[in-house]
């Protein structure tokens, strides 16, 4: 029923430029994309951090994966995945940490903390990627 006071009922949601961090106040409209001033995706802050974190869970996941390969293989295979899981671990905290400080900025601060965690994220992912060839 609304206060009264003439407010309008609005679903406005806080979204952020990907690309350079500028927040602005949109109506939130399920399944359309909303375009930043830069043209590129706007992304509702929550959304991206709980993407991310899924993200970072399901490579969490992958690294244990290498471990439990680690263990069945020869001495010579182990020391080298458990090189490669510490780098991987190494890279996982790095970004971990970029996330948790990402969810109270804006401006500058989210612009370069969210191409940090992307970068993060693709070097990761590239790692990953190699090591899972190497140890196949
Ligand atoms: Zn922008």
């Known amino acids: 029923m ?6 309008p009922k609005s ?5 952020v430029c990907v690309k350079c961090g500028k927040e602005e ?3 939130a409209r399920p399944g359309e994309e909303v375009k930043s001033c ?7 802050k ?13 490579w969490g996941a992958q690294i244990d994966l290498l471990k439990v390969k680690a263990g069945k ?4 295979i182990k020391i080298a995945i458990d090189k490669e899981v510490v780098a991987l671990n190494k890279m996982m ?6 996330l948790q400080e990402i969810s109270g900025k804006s401006g500058e601060a989210w612009k370069s903390l969210s191409q940090g965690i992307n ?14 060839e190497k140890f196949k």
């Open 73 to 76: 293989g020869s001495a010579e």
């Open 119 to 132: 970068k993060a994220g693709a070097d990761l992912k590239e790692a990953m990627r190699q090591a899972a």
């Open 46 to 58: 929550e959304e991206f951090i709980e993407k991310m974190d899924k993200q970072l869970k399901e």
């Open 11 to 15: 679903n406005m949601t806080k979204y």
């Open 93 to 98: 905290k790095e970004a971990q940490k970029k």
């Open 25 to 27: 106040m949109r109506e």
């Open 38 to 44: 830069c043209g590129e995706k706007m992304v509702k």
């Open 2 to 7: 609304g206060c009264g006071c003439g407010e």
